[in-house]
């Protein structure tokens, strides 16, 4: 019964449900990243190359090994090394969309913060803190010209 209990809070809290929604938005930003890379970034990129497709580059190790019958006796060994470009090329794309999300969710974030901000309506809390601080300032201030 505890660890029904347990999973119960664990749902009601939220926990749950921020994970399944990042994980959903993760993989639908996926999606998005590969079509992405694959026909946005990559036609440019190959036209550049002549039409290269990276995704035919490999390294052949050891060519295929065909039977007296014309079937494949031995499979093709080889490095896709294009392939590899292709996924780094989608992990800096993904790394760099996801800096440029987060520096703009800090911005906002960092503007709602400032008390002194009156575009943005601040969190009472933000707000309570500021309104401390000032006071402690001030209380500084007079003591400190009372020592004087």
Do not use: C
């Not at 995704?55 to 007296?68: G, H, W």
């Not at 014309?70 to 093709?76: A, C, F, L, R």
């Not at 780094?88 to 969309?97: P, R």
């Amino acid at each position: 019964m505890k660890f029904l209990k347990e999973f119960k809070e664990f749902a009601v809290k939220g926990n749950m449900m921020d994970m399944a929604i990042g994980i959903i938005i993760g993989a639908s930003f996926n999606k998005v990243i590969d079509v992405l890379v694959k026909k946005i970034f990559m036609p440019p990129l190959s036209l550049l190359t002549d039409g290269l497709n990276f995704q035919d580059k490999i390294y052949v190790l050891r060519d295929a090994v065909l039977a007296a019958d014309g079937t494949i006796s031995s499979q093709e060994v080889s490095i896709a090394y294009g392939a590899f470009f292709e996924a780094f090329l989608d992990f800096i794309i993904v790394g760099f969309t996801v800096f440029l999300v987060v520096k703009a969710m800090n911005r906002l974030r960092n503007k709602s913060h400032d008390a002194k901000n009156k575009t943005v309506t601040t969190p009472k809390d933000i707000e309570l803190l500021s309104s401390l601080t000032e006071l402690m300032e001030e209380q500084n201030a007079l003591l400190r010209k009372k020592n004087n």
